[in-house]
């Protein structure tokens, strides 16, 4: 009897067209949503509904609960990144674990927040949806505010503030909300530590072997200062060796530097992950809080930035983290058309090194 297929190699169930898109030309997926909330200046009473009227607990600035008490906003700014070109919106779901939710003591409405943030997310990519122009919904996992490899006391190296089957059982849970919810692919992004990446890997995979189905996953980490390397230790290129194993549709690099710092990473990321697409969606530069946008780079600026990346051939997706804006992606839109997208190819036998090794 043959062994049975393992999840991660079976053909994808949703956004199947999704690879031949990537292999032919440079895809956009959206930029910030946090900026993007910040413009329209909400208030307390925003972040509460009747439900919410008597919690204990400030809310403002928890901004994935706004898929529940003003879905409006949430939909209008996915339907500015579609109007401006995205190809991929990400879910309102970056903090929307029971894991982050505990902050704001609303652990209990992790899922119903991914519930609905994939079903806002897909009426609008369906209302955009069109035969030559196809719109995806990626069901956004971010890191959460624990890690699972560095401890919090700096007296204690070994104290942990989460366990590796905590991240998995938070992973989970918000993942089966989103898959029912209707998003195309999962986005495991903004990674600063492997160990909490592994854990959603993890749960993706379970939950895609219980349920059938397989959808595509991109995994983005977070190069976080000029030494290259992420939070938890690894370069990009021991980063791609841990996660490889989950064979995802792409890997890249997002947040925390503008495209300017971020090149020297992406490029070595091309050049090691021969074998998947990548994708990179920087800040729009390094923060300013006189900027409009709290962010040095206006659209051109960007643009052009991103324009050399696709010229370079280093990319297959595109798009913006904080402090980019529908005008940032119009013209990243607009710049990264006439290049042909980065190529694909088995990758040659070398030593594969995944340690923090100096």
Known sequence: MSAPVPASARPYTRAATLPALLARRITIIDGAMGTMIQRHKLGEADFRNEHLAGHGRDLKGNNDLLVLTRPDVITQIHEAYLAAGADIIETNTFGATSIAQEDYGLAHLAAEMNLQAARLARAAADRFQSADKPRFVAGALGPTP???SISPDVNDPGARNVSFDQLRDAYREQAEALLEGGCDLFLVETIFDTLNA???IFALDALMEDRGERLP?????????ASGRILSGQTVEAFWHSVRHARPLAVGLNCALGATLMRPYIEELARVAG???VSCYPNAGLPNPMSDTG???TPPV???LIEEFAKSGFVNIVGGCCGTTPEHIAEITRRVGA????????????PLLAGAAA
Not at 339 to 350: A, E, I, K, Q
């Open 146 to 148: 624990r890690t699972a």
């Open 295 to 297: 962010f040095d780079e």
């Open 339 to 350: 290049y042909r997208p980065r190529g694909v190819h088995s990758p040659l036998f070398t």
């Open 217 to 225: 996953v991109i995994i983005s980490g977070t190069v976080t200062d």
């Open 275 to 277: 074998d998947t697409f």
């Open 302 to 304: 960007t643009g052009a």
């Open 198 to 200: 592994k854990a959603a």
